[in-house]
């Protein structure tokens, strides 16, 4: 395991390498209060969770330094799970049709002038084991004009894990599809969608996906060592 106190000092050298429009989220799975403190006195903004009830138990344990962060839902959102997520996170980054957004629309009805900011996930390798639309773009555009009437939800990006093979120049053609999906939906500027966020890039591939026009980078291992 990596020392503790290399966090910090980590985090500020790739906040410094990295273009300034492009967000960090830490993808804090499986890592300690203390970790995600030490990030967050940093600098860090953005955290990442897979799981709501891992959220839940962070959420506790950062104490006040919690509400200091925007909280991101990374992993697969799960419509018995949708009202406590309201409760934790900010935005909601694994939509992955029409049907889950609208399950989100209702819940967030609940109170009174939430809009909720989701991002579409796009299963860009198209791959069985993972979720997501698929990266046709006359489909993405079909769900992005879905959710952009939906009153308690804001469509404010995209989010793709792509294919992991350990080469990330094997990402690279996946990264550039889904910009070019996410153009194209900029391009059809749909009333009610604002399409500013490119969420691609883990710690093996974010340098390639900023190359690609990432505008969020979700990184874990680099960060905080080895799971
Ligand atoms: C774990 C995780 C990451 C970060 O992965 P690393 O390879 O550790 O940087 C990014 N996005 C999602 C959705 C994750 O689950």
Known sequence: MEPVMKIAETYRKI??????????????????PEEVMEFIEAGGTDIGENYVQEAEQMYRELGDMAKTVRWHMIGHIQTNKINKSLELFDVLQTVDSVQKAAAVDVRAARCEGRVVPVYLEINIGDESTKAGL????????????????MEHVRLEGLMTMGPVTGDPEDSRLFFRRTREIFDGLRGCSIPGVAMDTLSMGMSDSYRVAIEEGSTMIRLGTVLFGAR
Do not use: Q
């Open 134 to 149: 698929l990266p046709e773009f006359d489909e993405v555009l079909k769900a992005a004009e879905g959710i952009a009437v």
């Open 15 to 32: 906040r410094k390498e990295v273009p300034e429009n492009v967000k960090i989220v830490a993808a804090v799975k499986t890592r300690s």
